[in-house]
């Protein structure tokens, strides 16, 4: 990867590459046996840390899509979901689509039905909840969650973009 950003692609060997040098030198191995050696020695193994959170402390919201036969005809709705990230317990709501109303209503819904509300919510990137991306990392808020979020008295989190791994569940 280093090569890469330095700008060295093309002093770069391909895996096949590297085979047929080995095989030109006399050595009898398979394409497989350097595959996997450069798999195991070289390429990135990602590792996550387990987050704890106390009861009350964080809860997490996303959207999903579930497919339902209804009347005969097969639809797709959009299901609001809440999790909290110790204990286990989900709340979710079925709309129509994910419009601001509805990322609003869910929000209400739940927290009356958890009987409270808890320190911290968790968004990825959803457009109810990002207004625009500032610099690489910052992302700042849209009007109805910075209102939303000060009504009720939480904190708001964004994962970082393909980083499903920072929530709890």
Same mark, same amino acid.
């Given at each position: ?6 700008? &060295? ?13 080995? @095989? ?9 046996? @350097? ?53 286990? $317990? ?31 919510? @968790? $968004? ?8 625009? !991306? @500032? ?18 008295? !939480?904190?708001? &989190? !964004? ?11």
């Amino acid at each position: 990867e280093k090569n890469r950003l330095m700008g &060295r692609t093309k002093q770069l060997m391909k895996k096949i590459d590297i085979h047929e040098e080995l @095989v030109e030198r006399g050595y009898d191995i398979g394409y497989t046996t @350097v595959c996997n050696y450069i798999k195991e020695t070289y390429e990135k193994k990602e590792a996550y840390i387990r987050q704890e959170y106390d009861l009350g402390e964080t809860l997490e919201f996303d959207w999903g899509e579930v497919k339902l036969t209804i009347d005969g005809r097969e639809t797709t709705l959009n299901m609001g979901l809440f999790t909290t990230a110790k204990g286990s $317990y989900h709340y979710a709501k079925l709309y129509q689509n994910q419009k601001m109303e509805n990322f609003l209503d869910i929000h209400v819904k739940a927290f009356n039905q958890i009987g409270g509300v808890h320190r911290e919510v @968790v $968004y990825d990137n959803m457009k109810q909840a990002v207004k625009r !991306f @500032v610099g690489r990392n910052e992302k700042e808020a849209t009007e109805d969650l910075i209102k939303i979020s000060l009504y009720y008295g !939480f904190r708001y &989190r !964004f994962c970082n973009i393909a980083s499903g791994n920072e929530k709890g569940h």
